[in-house]
């Protein structure tokens, strides 16, 4: 079965209805995907494999961008792994469409559904062959952090001390699990949502909640983030 | 660079307003677009910028939009 064939044109949203309500003025380009994805005829199936299109050469190409990050063996699953990211993502962007805004181009939206699809799936092949280390915290991971002085030296010796401290005593269970996984053992949020049967948002969430109750207690020993300093690009 | 204040941000994630995944996933079409644009998206989305400083799987997203949007004509 194609993926035309899965997922037929849409009902009572009506994209280009949306469009003109909202007096937004679409590119040509996007105006002719979201007549070729919203016609009943056979301009959608040839929409649909233009879309399909579309979307395995941005999948090919992110897989090739991500290689030489991944390990050895999933050299060989790159092409399947496009071709389902393509494919999943193709019925998303065909089930959401009566959201699309027009507020960016088409195809950035669309480009936006196999992203996802494909980096989830990259970095679950990334992970698949290692373990999640969320109750065994190597916090001197947290030092390679590049100290300008043999004071901030000190200080991050110091620092790594009170974050493993508050971690201890103020964090949930949950909590701690999944602040040291993503932020001591930079394990992706999604490889954690996977094995932990939850969702990105929810992980995030936790992870956010874990960091206001750290900032809180870190500020309370005298460690307090100064804003402007600090970042990371 | 301050040792210790890079750390406590990359502990802590930006202060501010956060927008989350969702919200983030919702609009980062158009904040990539904007950024590309030489737009000022992280002072249009300031809670969505927040979030990409703050979330590693987001970030990474965004960055892998913007590389697709920059070659949108893909060989």
């Known amino acids: ?233 | 660079m301050n040792g210790p204040q890079e750390l406590l941000r990359r502990v802590l994630g930006p202060p501010g307003e956060d927008a989350g995944c969702e919200r983030s996933i919702e609009v980062l079409d158009e904040y990539v677009e904007h950024e590309l644009a030489g737009r000022p998206a992280a002072t249009l989305y300031p809670d969505v910028a927040s979030h990409l400083a703050a979330c590693p799987d987001c970030r990474e997203d965004r960055d892998a939009l913007a590389d697709l949007v920059r070659g949108r004509n893909l060989g």
């Open chain 1, 1 to 233: 079965m194609s993926v035309a064939e899965l997922v037929r044109p849409f009902e009572p949203c009506d994209a280009l209805t949306v469009m003109a309500d909202a007096a937004v003025a679409l590119d040509p380009e996007s105006r002719g995907w979201l007549e070729a994805l919203r016609s009943d005829g056979p301009g959608h199936d040839q929409g649909v494999a233009d879309l399909y299109a579309l979307l395995h050469r941005a999948a090919r190409h992110e897989a090739q961008r991500r290689r030489a990050s991944l390990p050895a063996r999933a050299a060989d699953d790159l092409d399947d792994i496009a071709r389902q990211a393509a494919g999943d993502a193709v019925v998303v962007v065909l089930r959401k469409i009566g959201t699309y805004r027009g507020a960016s181009r088409f195809t950035t939206w669309a480009y936006k559904f196999v992203i996802f699809e494909v980096s989830a799936a990259l970095r679950r092949e990334s992970w698949r062959d290692r373990t999640v280390t969320m109750d065994d915290p190597e916090w001197e991971r947290l030092a390679d952090v590049t100290p300008s002085t043999p004071l901030d030296r000190v200080e991050i010796r110091e620092l790594i001390g009170a974050i493993e401290r508050s971690v201890a005593a103020d964090l949930t269970p949950r909590q701690r699990d999944i602040f040291v996984a993503v932020v001591v053992h930079d394990v992706p949020i999604d490889v954690l949502a996977d094995r932990l049967d939850s969702t990105r948002g929810a992980i995030y969430k936790a992870l956010h909640d874990a960091r206001r109750k750290l900032r809180s207690s870190l500020e309370a020993q005298g460690w307090a983030l100064r804003v402007g300093e600090g970042e990371v690009s």
